[in-house]
């Protein structure tokens, strides 16, 4: 399984930026991809996911109204579009996949399948 999360950057607060995980080796139609963050000096953080089957999605309570997750089943890619950034937004985001049914179990606390992080830094 391959996750390669990209579009990460410095921008400043109130703009959007949008972030993309290309996804390989999944047997897509059972697996959820998700999104995490870690700012400095915090745990990591659920912030959104969607089941690749069907596209149903969850949120973050912080991220809600702001972020939307979406794919695209022809590029097996998961996006993360983010808007009305804020400095708090600031953050490395992972993407991360997990099979949907423990995803949803385990509260999306826990997923298997980890990309590499990408910076994203909101300046006030």
């Known amino acids: 399984v391959q996750l390669q999360a990209s579009g990460g950057g410095l921008v400043q607060a109130g703009v959007s930026l949008r972030l993309s995980c290309a996804a390989s080796?999944?047997?897509?139609?059972?697996?959820?991809l998700g999104w995490f963050r870690q700012a400095p000096g915090k745990e990591l953080e659920f912030v959104a996911a969607?089941?690749?089957?069907?596209?149903?999605?969850k949120y973050a309570d912080s991220v809600k109204g702001r972020f939307t997750i979406s794919r695209d089943v022809d590029k097996n890619t998961v996006y993360l579009q983010m808007n009305g950034l804020k400095p708090e937004d600031t953050a490395v985001y992972y993407c991360?996949?997990?099979?949907?049914?423990?995803?949803?179990?385990?509260?999306?606390?826990?997923?298997?399948?980890w990309g590499q992080g990408t910076l994203v830094t909101v300046s006030s």
């Open positions: 969607i089941r690749w089957s069907g596209g149903s999605t």
């Open positions: 080796g999944l047997t897509f139609i059972r697996y959820a």
């Open positions: 991360a996949a997990e099979p949907w049914v423990t995803a949803q179990a385990m509260g999306y606390s826990s997923f298997r399948y």
